[in-house]
């Protein structure tokens, strides 16, 4: 398995920034994690959850800095200890100096700034930088080199030329006890130590100045013999690192002219492409218009508007036939009927606009609910019979526009009349209610051919194949519970309220009651039914015997509501939707 590329970290960025954001509030770290994410992900084979695996990343490199801050903070705190107060006049030389130093960090080239501040800021060590950096460890000690010798450069132009000068002005930010490292202890009585957050005027400040006091710190005494040697000698560093950055500006150099040629050659293709678009542009045919809705009741223009009504149409006209054949292929034992491709090609537009009209706020329950609205289904009638060549005449067109403004109507009122107590399985038998009876009403104006096309007989009224009335509704929440007698059904479905509401042991002999009374209560009719078939995933039910166990269990969610419940076991009931369909063996 290979590293991911650049173009796929790149792909991941913005959610890598994000959630760096959230791991640490301070935007110059976030973006470091993100830095550093991706330079760990470029060693590591990529897995398929890409998204998963690099949050996994950044959240260990996120906790490294955290852990490495608090060490940090515990060795300062360690070390620290309480010193005077100090005067108005050391404070601001200390701002002044610390001021200065930051900006002369700041003023160098970001190859040597970043190294200044992951050295001394970050506390790590050059053979971390290397490895995080993909360079070696020789390369970050020369940048460290030549960063310092810029910073010397700045400083002693700053102070004109006298190196003593700012060396004494930097002592004021290092602690006591580094000052005695360097052999200062005994040259001043006041330092102070810089306690700053996660910024560059903190460790950076006290970590740069410790080095370059002690690399400047050399007591008056000193013979100049040696004094001499040790300006030789930076001299000679300074030519190397002069040397050396000759060589890096030639091969910048020839760098930059390959990529200029490179450049030249990807605008020489985008300008091919360009006129190829143009090109293809002034001959492609003018587009195909989107066809319009032909009911479209107040509130629903833009969802309305938005949906594809030919692709809705053209699936919607091929889907019937093709399911009646699926099924007849499963009562004659085929195991993989040819046309189950076909039915998944059509079925995905469908899938489509149905999360659109549901993502729209299109009313109903789930989203073969949304799909089913009474003004959706106007519309899916008008496109399916035209694509199938059985177009509604104009008094038929008139008759199904009057029946969708009267079904709308009624859809509204039933809903405006829901409190926040009202509970699922009510609307959902109240919407069941309203599309089975608009389907009937619809099967009313239409001729028999139109009536097959739309609805064959032998998917009529099937749950999750008939793909008009309550069926698609009910598909979403009918749990077929197969049973051999009336007791089995009980402890089922006991079971499962139990489950649903998480119900106790205290709760046990209440709801066992309950559920007893009323399985007493239902038709035998009812709890001797049987399957009709096998069907698609699961024996074939109608529409009928799923809507009478509704009815039947909503009878059971007031009596279950009478019972000493938890608010959120009240809530939980009032969410429930399943349906446990009797299926007798």
């Given at each position: 398995m290979n590293p991911p590329t650049i173009e796929?970290?790149?792909?991941?960025?913005?959610?890598?920034?994000?959630?760096?954001?959230?791991?640490?509030?301070?935007?110059?770290?976030?973006?470091?994690?993100?830095?550093?994410?991706?330079?760990?992900?470029?060693?590591?084979?990529?897995?398929?959850?890409?998204?998963?695996?690099?949050?996994?990343?950044?959240?260990?490199?996120?906790?490294?800095?955290?852990?490495?801050?608090?060490?940090?903070?515990?060795?300062e705190a360690a070390v620290a200890r309480p010193e005077r107060t100090p005067s108005t006049a050391s404070v601001a030389q200390r701002l002044e100096t610390q001021s200065r130093l930051v900006e002369a960090v700041r003023t160098l080239p970001e190859i040597y700034r970043s190294v200044i501040v992951w050295r001394y800021f970050d506390?790590?060590?050059?053979?971390?930088?290397?490895?995080?950096?993909?360079?070696?460890?020789?390369?970050?000690?020369?940048?460290?080199?030549?960063?310092?010798?810029?910073?010397?450069?700045?400083?002693?132009?700053?102070h004109g030329g006298d190196g003593r000068s700012w060396s004494l002005a930097l002592l004021c930010l290092i602690p006591e006890s580094r000052k005695s490292a360097l052999g200062w202890a005994a040259a001043t009585t006041s330092g102070v130590v810089m306690t700053t957050n996660a910024t560059l005027a903190g460790g950076v400040l006290v970590a740069v100045a410790a080095f370059f006091v002690g690399w400047k710190a050399v007591p008056a005494s000193t013979n100049n013999a040696r004094k001499d040697t040790r300006v030789d000698a930076s001299l000679e560093s300074v030519r190397r690192d002069r040397d050396a950055l000759k060589v890096e500006l030639s091969r910048a150099q020839k760098k930059h002219a390959a990529l200029l040629v490179e450049l030249e050659g990807l605008r020489s293709k985008e300008k091919d492409r360009e006129e190829a678009r143009t090109t293809a542009t002034e001959r492609a045919p003018e587009p195909e218009k989107r066809a319009k809705p032909e009911f479209v009741p107040e509130g629903m223009e833009e969802v309305l508007a938005a949906m594809d009504w030919k692709k809705i149409g053209e699936s919607m006209s091929h889907m019937p036939p093709l399911i009646a054949g699926l099924i007849k292929a499963i009562e004659n034992g085929d195991p993989m009927p040819a046309n189950v491709g076909d039915i998944q090609r059509w079925n995905g537009p469908l899938i489509t606009e149905a999360l659109r009209a549901q993502n729209a706020g299109v009313t109903g329950t789930g989203v073969n609910g949304a799909f089913t609205n009474p003004a959706i289904t106007v519309n899916v009638v008008f496109a399916a019979l035209k694509s199938a060549d059985h177009a509604l005449n104009e008094e038929q067109a008139r008759a199904l526009r009057e029946l969708g403004a009267s079904t709308v109507e009624r859809d509204r009122t039933r809903l405006a009349g829901y409190t926040e107590e009202t509970s699922a399985m009510q609307k959902l038998v109240e919407e069941t209610t309203l599309k089975e009876r608009m389907a009937d009403q619809l099967d009313e104006l239409l001729t028999p051919e139109q009536r097959n096309a739309l609805r064959p007989e032998s998917i009529r009224g099937q749950v999750a194949v008939d793909l008009y009335g309550s069926s698609?509704?009910?598909?979403?929440?009918?749990?077929?519970?197969?049973?051999?007698?009336?007791?089995?059904?009980?402890?089922?479905?006991?079971?499962r309220y139990a489950n649903a509401l998480g119900l106790g042991k205290d709760l046990q002999p209440v709801l066992t009651e309950a559920v007893r009374r009323w399985t007493e209560s239902l038709p035998l009719e009812f709890l001797e039914t049987k399957a009709d078939g096998q069907g698609l995933g699961g024996p074939r039910m109608s529409t009928a015997h799923v809507r009478a166990t509704a009815a039947h269990q909503l009878r059971l969610h007031e009596e279950l509501s009478k019972l000493p419940l938890s608010e959120a076991q009240r809530k939980a009931l009032r969410e429930h939707t399943g349906l446990y369909v009797p299926i007798r063996h």
């Open positions: 796929a970290l790149r792909a991941h960025a913005p959610f890598l920034q994000r959630l760096a954001r959230t791991l640490i509030r301070d935007e110059h770290q976030a973006e470091d994690i993100v830095q550093e994410t991706m330079a760990a992900a470029l060693s590591k084979p990529a897995p398929r959850r890409m998204r998963a695996w690099l949050a996994g990343i950044a959240r260990r490199v996120a906790y490294k800095k955290v852990r490495t801050a608090q060490r940090r903070r515990a060795r506390d790590e060590t050059p053979t971390a930088i290397a490895t995080r950096n993909g360079v070696s460890v020789k390369t970050i000690e020369t940048r460290l080199r030549r960063a310092r010798t810029m910073l010397r450069a700045q400083l002693d132009n700053d698609l509704v009910l598909a979403q929440v009918a749990r077929p519970t197969p049973h051999t007698d009336v007791d089995g059904y009980r402890s089922a479905v006991e079971r």
